[in-house]
């Protein structure tokens, strides 16, 4: 949950089995209708999910169960921890930056956040020194791409 202007705004995150950031939506409610437009999101841009791992808020289960018949939907009150561990990019750029100006603001910020850090931060703990290098070295690359391809 963030706060912007007095008014709580709740973040909507996907993470795959590997812990990277699939999506991000900023939303003012947090109730079924919110739940399925996120997960309405996710399906059509990913496919059905095997598994569906949510903290125990009860707005959760029709949209899964409507979306991904088949999926299992597990809800308990510590497998929903690596969602909680990737919040943490987003508080830290609030203490550093300061809050969030708009709803908007937040939404495109988040957004582009998490796909840059993807890029930027591999997994330490998978790599050796070397392949970290080397992925490091990859990810700059990429950016240097991207960023030629915008300037022209």
């Known amino acids: 949950m963030i706060t ?32 399925k437009r996120f997960f309405q999101r996710l399906v059509s841009q990913f496919g059905e999910p095997r598994v569906v791992i949510t903290d125990k808020l009860r707005s959760y289960i029709k949209p899964v169960k409507t979306l991904a018949s088949n999926a299992d939907h597990r809800a308990h009150k510590g497998l929903n921890n690596a969602i909680e561990v990737s919040h943490r990019p987003t508080r830290k750029r609030e203490k550093i930056f300061g809050k969030f100006k708009s709803h908007r603001q937040a939404q495109r910020f988040l957004a582009a956040h998490d796909q840059i850090n993807l890029l930027f931060r591999p997994r330490r703990y998978q790599l050796n020194a070397t392949s970290y290098r080397h992925a490091r070295s990859d990810a700059f690359r990429l950016w240097a791409d991207y960023t030629a391809e915008m300037v022209a």
């Not at 709580?8 to 919110?34: E, F, P, S, Y």
Request: charged share 30%.
């Open 4 to 35: 912007i202007h007095g008014r709580k705004h709740w973040l909507w995150r996907a993470i795959d089995a590997d812990g990277d950031v699939l999506d991000i939506l900023v939303q003012t409610r947090r109730n079924a209708k919110a739940a």
